[in-house]
T-cell receptor, first 113, second 115 residues
């Protein structure tokens, strides 16, 4: 089955710096790669997603890149702000008929003012 | 548009007791998911419904966990009897398109502590 590895597990940056989180997946049939932000005591919230027919997608300060050949995808946050502090999860759609998502273990991002 | 609703938000029980969680998905969403999120890990799928039918329950510990989605809207997840290792956050999510890995919207979760 699908396996998703996420690195780093913790990331600390200064306000205004960029943050990069990387994920690799194992199932070449996966075709959907969302990123979720989870704040303390809340459920995961989708922040951006990318499908396998696209190599890069941007939404204001957030961008995601996908390399299907290497089976890895990354989240880039520019001009980080303290409110970006949270746990970020990557996930991969298993490419089957059910639309199930396999999640990474998460990255705790801390943005220091 | 109202989001995914879950209750209760917190629950503390003794081991071997039973517990039930409730989820109301976003209106019109045909697909409903229950996930288990153990502290420090990503969510893990327990069961997926399409309307009121089960699509995938391969990772549901069926000896103690059960779930139903009567009338294809609300859903309940039950644990009976609970074990210490069931302590986790139980997340419900819903999506509007099944079979296309479409966007899943999560509820706030129910934090279960088993003592």
């Amino acid at each position: 089955g699908e396996n998703v590895e996420q690195h780093p597990s913790t990331l600390s940056v200064q306000e205004g710096d960029s943050a990069v989180i990387k994920c690799t997946y194992s199932d070449s049939a996966s075709n959907y790669f969302p990123w979720y932000k989870q704040e303390l005591g809340k459920g995961p919230q989708l922040i951006i997603d990318i499908r396998s027919n696209v190599g890069e997608k941007k939404d204001q300060r957030i961008a995601v890149t996908l390399n299907k050949t290497a089976k890895h995808f990354s989240l880039h946050i520019t001009e980080t702000q303290p409110e970006d502090s949270a746990v970020y999860f990557c996930a991969a759609g298993d490419g089957g008929s059910q639309g199930n998502l396999i999640f990474g273990k998460g990255t705790k991002l801390s943005v220091k003012p | 548009e109202a989001g995914v609703a879950q209750s209760p938000r917190y629950k503390i029980i003794e081991k071997r007791q039973s517990v039930a969680f409730w989820c109301n998905p976003i209106s019109g969403h045909a697909t409903l998911y229950w996930y288990q999120q153990i502290l420090g890990q990503g969510p893990k799928l327990l069961i997926q419904f399409q309307n009121n039918g089960v699509v995938d329950d391969s990772q549901l510990p069926k000896d103690r966990f059960s779930a139903e989605r009567l009338k294809g809207v609300d859903s309940t997840l039950k644990i009976q009897p609970a074990k210490l290792e069931d302590s986790a956050v139980y997340l419900c999510a819903s999506s509007s398109i099944q079979g296309d890995s479409d966007t899943q919207y999560f509820g706030p979760g129910t934090r279960l502590t088993v003592l």
